[in-house]
């Protein structure tokens, strides 16, 4: 199908959405017209005209969102030829050899994706301002070579016009879906039943028609997929190219992790790491733990997120490259992709300036170094009376904290601290070794949580060793535990993060990588 067909097709799909509620508009007109003319007058007819008003109200409401509310947009930080000139020349590079416009801007973003945008104009018919969103994880995690090849990749949708085209299948996804979303949290406000009904039936309307558009559009998107890694393996190589793909996942999973683990730990209590740690600690953690990772890069998914999912499956894609003729460019830039920025600390501290909101406080406090963030976030969660170890305390001694928990330790009272627990009926009933026996798991728990804690606070000396472990006590028990107890590279839906919504990093119309 070529780029005329497809544009087309788009177009009709676009202008099939607000036509559902024009059409459905026009019939309600209808009805009330023949209503009112056919001389019924009675408490049933007015009844009529209120539900049919009532049913009108999200139809407009919905015609409403089909234009993109103002002020979305994405976060980040924008990365000028004159300051940043190295990532410029790469991606200018890289577009004359795709034979492409370059993009007007390139953003630095907090996502683990790069991604490009085009405000193209009469219904992504013709050019318009392009953008490159790069995500700072991937500068920290991917060598030179390898960020090429995403690079490339991304460049390949430009070449190939696929941010034009998508621009038009992206918007009937968000108008659909911001009416559906409508739709539903009208059902559910409490109203009278029969409202409700007819409210879900308008959402189940449009959702019938949101899954058309994806299953007409999803063959396309994926095609384009694959060609643009096929542009991506002849401008970066083939190995490059290969192995950026498989360094996504390991990446995804990573990051998460540390900003719950580490990054964030402190945020409940308005506490953030030192300036241009937020996201400059997470190369670190890389370094120190790439051994974690080796399975990631090897153990891809097969299978697609959702059968909607606009990318094909992550192995098929390196399965297809793979099998590309051998090209001789395997010892090409292993260098770390982050070097290509010009002072990367400040614009590591730019960053946490554009993506961090505020906290309620209106101000962040600024741990003195990483120690310092780990111990004090951890003394303030012993701390918290509501915890089962600190409760124990209490009881056994009227205060809690680390220093009390280190006197108990010091007059050998583990066992009487043990009995404030919170443990089994059984557990609390049985006497000498078997009491102890039972109760000896959850003392564990609770002792190993602060130990850990008393070894990430030990002094600047124990910042590295802070890197190999998890802290205790953080807000990390939202992660299903692997073999080893410690996930670094939890498979399947990204952790919930310390502080949800803390880091913006949305940018609606983009696509991913």
Known sequence: MGAFTRALRALVLLAGFPLIGLVLLALLGLGDWALATSGHHGIGAIRLLILSVVLAVPLVRGLALVRTPPGEGPHGVELTPEAQPRPWELVRALAEEAGTRAPARVLLTADVNAAVSERARLLGLVPGPRALYLGLPLLQ??????????????????????????????????QVGRTVAHLRGESGDGETRKRDVLHRWLAKLYTGYGTLVLRVTLQDARRQEFAADRLAA????????????????????SFAYYLDRYALVGTD????????????????????????????????????????????????RVRRIEELPEDGRTDEGRAAALGLLDAP??????????????????????????????????????????????????????????????????????????????ASAEARAAKGRARQAMLRPLLREQLHRALRKAEVGAGPGRAHSAWHRAPAGTCSQRVAPGPGGDVLTARGPRPAPCSPGLISTRAPGRRPS
């Open 345 to 422: 600390e400040r614009v590591l501290a730019a960053l946490e300036d554009a993506v961090l909101k505020a906290p309620p406080s209106g101000t962040w406090a600024r741990a003195a170094d990483w120690p310092d963030l780990l111990t004090r976030s951890l003394d303030a969660r012993l701390g918290d009376q509501d915890a089962p170890l600190p409760r124990a305390l209490l009881r056994e001694k009227g205060t809690a904290g680390l220093p009390t928990l280190l006197s108990v330790i010091e007059e050998g009272r583990l066992w009487d601290l043990a009995r404030h627990l919170p």
């Open 234 to 253: 002849r401008l970066a190589g083939r190995t490059a190219t290969a192995s950026a793909l498989r360094e996504l996942p390991a990446l995804e999973s």
């Open 141 to 174: 995690g991917l060598t030179e070579a390898q960020l090429r090849g995403v690079l490339a990749h991304e460049l390949g949708h430009y070449s190939h016009a696929d941010t034009r085209l998508s621009g038009l299948t992206s918007r009937v996804r968000e």
């Open 269 to 316: 209590r308005g506490l953030l790491p030192p300036r241009g740690e937020v996201f400059g600690g997470y190369g670190r953690l890389l370094d120190a733990r790439q051994l974690e990772l080796v399975h990631t890069r090897t153990e891809l998914p097969d299978e697609l997120a959702s059968p909607y999912d606009s990318h094909p499956p992550l192995a098929a």
